[in-house]
């Protein structure tokens, strides 16, 4: 009994409140053949231009649903602005007490966090259509009825960071509108130490932004992230055009979705790369069957009406899964006020979160894959990549596509090959401005003729132009020469933190290349990009030629010095005076004048002064004498002076020989090393280039102490240009060296024959064309490069500016010269001895003279004949040649005197 009774008590009970739940549950049957009406709260922006389109998507997707299941979807609009966030909640409030299933959006974000929070208690699911940071902070850890169809801001940056990294910035700046912004770029902000530079610059509240953008225009930055709303995209792009931020080397990303849809009809002259990204891919069929539907044309939808349509989709498909899976899901009449709970909610966020494309029933996606994880973030969708085409303005163009699955790479679909012959169609259009400075050979100024002005170009020539015009004829572009004003090639100054010269130029934009004798250093790479080199070359030492004295006459003499002549003499004399004395005293020296005679009766010694002085000077001579001592110590005198001439003569010979060659042996300096250890050669660079910086930044001691000791060198030994270098050593007369250029030196010594190159070189670098950093037409230059380097062109245009223009080759007939008179002596050289002969012989004639009259005198006394008799008879006989013999007198004029006979034994 007391069972019945329970039982009875508890059916009592169950239909009590089913009679409630009939009344506050929204009637699912509304009679056999009616439609389940189902109530759906969907936000849209108020300012919003393409409410109209929504709408119409709105309708026909109702109309659909109608159509193909057993609900009546009953759509409640609402437009709210951001602030009625209080009017938002009471309408959400109010149909929630009539039974609503689902809502659609909305889209400002302080509504949404209202909305959001009462979809979760409530457990009523709710589709959201924009990006929304903190859902999955909200939705952790349980399934909630709270599904976001945008890409998440983790994917978005994500994204976002594989473009810089593929467009290979070095830097960048972020612009973003709020900050809401850096968190969707949080990716950005989560910085490695290899990533490039980020800048951060907030638009601000508009409607003039250009007070920022000139901030960012004085940053020289060049990369720009642009994280503002669709609709702000156009205005922020055309007030950075006033401020000369829409250049042809600026490139821009572009974070709203909906970048594409705008309309870019202004901006059909930009050169600026733009680059945007869509989740809507325009040829999908689905996409062109609904916007056909809907009468949009052309057919281009924002992604947040594809969003909302697809979201209705995503939720009558699971409320009809919910259905077919007989469950109990009813759409309660719930309070706000209340802690209830849905009992749908639950449910068809289970289905939802199964949903698959191929079951939806509507047609679609039109966003793509949709899916979601754990937390109701959509998954596993495609972003399109899009470049704003230069071929088509204002047309955006596919270039590839970035999968959420495989988030660090895109697949892009503009093959390399296209890539490049867009290039090359770009760069014949392209008139690039050149940089350049005056300096021989590569670009000096022409002289026009009287009545004649150049302009453009044909104001210069020179080898860089020539390189130029080879480049432009393999690239088919052309270009404008400008001389850079300071005239430098460019230093970083530390205290204004700025380039000067050419890559000062390059930098601050003025033009597009810069190409002289520019080295290509680590310092300047670092802020500009470079080419490949067009010439090798090292630093060397630029120093005058020894200058040809004309020699003296007596020039034979300065082997040895005056001091060593006398002292020669004074030995000559003494020694000779020695061997005599030694001689009379020297026993041995003493002879038998007739051998024959065993007892003579007296002794002679042939070591008269004369025989003495006569037996030193034949062995100085190296000619020896037939008359020798021989006594020990007589010998011994004579061989100490023999031993002395052989080391004089050997001395005099070697010295000789090297002054003989001194003048072509050229300077002291053989190697610029030797420059650091000496003192008497000044020498210097030229002011703020490679060349000073290489021996300022070296580690290597030799060169270190070179810049010290130029630093300290008063008056200064650094240089202007490479040409008053060229000048100051030429005029220094040996007394300067300048360390420059080989390639400069070459074309020096080409022409100055006075100059010479001393030493190799000390390092060895290259001359390149400078050009601002990721500048795009890099690739093209280097490979016309390499083109004219191996079919010789640039061989060529050396030769032509080295050897042949500009009084080139003057100085190869003086080398060659010069070699030859390495091997053979002029008359200068030996023009002394000639005259110590001549003088030698006419002595020795007028003692033969003096000799002749003296032996007329004694012949006229011997043979009592007058003086003119006998001076007639001498001469008459002196002249004829041919009288071999001398016949004698009555009394033998010739018979040779007591004297004389003693003097020759
Ligand atoms: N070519 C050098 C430069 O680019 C100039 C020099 O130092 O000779 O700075």
Redesign the pocket.
Known sequence: MADISILTSRVAIMSALFLIKCLLVVPFVQGSRQKTVVNVAIFLQEDDDWVEITQVAIRSAVQLVKSRTSYSIQPHVYQFRGDKVYEAGEKVCDLITKGLAAIFGPESPEINELVQSLSSTLQIPQFQTIWNPRLSSLTADRSSPIFNLHPSAAALSKALATLVKDNDWKSYTIIYENDDGLLRLRESLNRRPADPAVTFRKLGPGPDYRPVLKQIKYSEDVHFILDCKAARILEVLRQAKEVNLLEDYHSYILTDLDAHTLDWTHFRNIRTNITAMRLLDPSSKALKSVTKAWKVNPPIIKTRTALLYDAFNVFVTSLADVEANNVTAAILRLDCDKRETAEHGAHLAEMARKYHDSRGILPGPLSGTISFDRQGQRQNFELQIIEYSKSEPSLFRLVGTWKSSNPNGVSYSVTSEEREKELQKEIQQKNFRVVSRLGAPYLMARVPEEGKIFYGNSRFEGYSMDIMQEICNVLNCSFTFELVPDGK??NFDPVKKEWNGLIGHLLERKADLAIC???ITYERRRAVDFTMPFMTLGISVLYARAVKEPPELLSFSHPLSLDVWLYMATAYLVVSMIIFLVARINPNDWENPHPCDPRPTELENIWTIRNCFWLTLGSIMQQGCDLLPKGISTRMAAAMWWFFSLIMTASYTANMAAFLTMERMGPTIERAEDLAGQTKIKYG??AG????SFFKDTNFSTYHQMWIQMESADPTVFERS?ADGVKRVLSSKRTYAFL??SA?IEYEIERQCDLMQVGGPIDSKG?GIAMTTNFQYRKSFNEAILKMQEMGTLHRLKEKWWKEMNGGGQCAEDKQSSDEAATELGLDNVGGIFVVLAVGVAIALLFAVCEFLWNVKKVAVREHISLRESLKRELRFAFNIWDRQKRLGRRSSHLPSEEKREEIK
Do not use: A, I, K, V
Request: charged share 10%.
């Open positions: 090639y460019g004798d520019l080295t660079c030229l280039g490679s060349t000073c490479n420059m250029e400069t001359y």
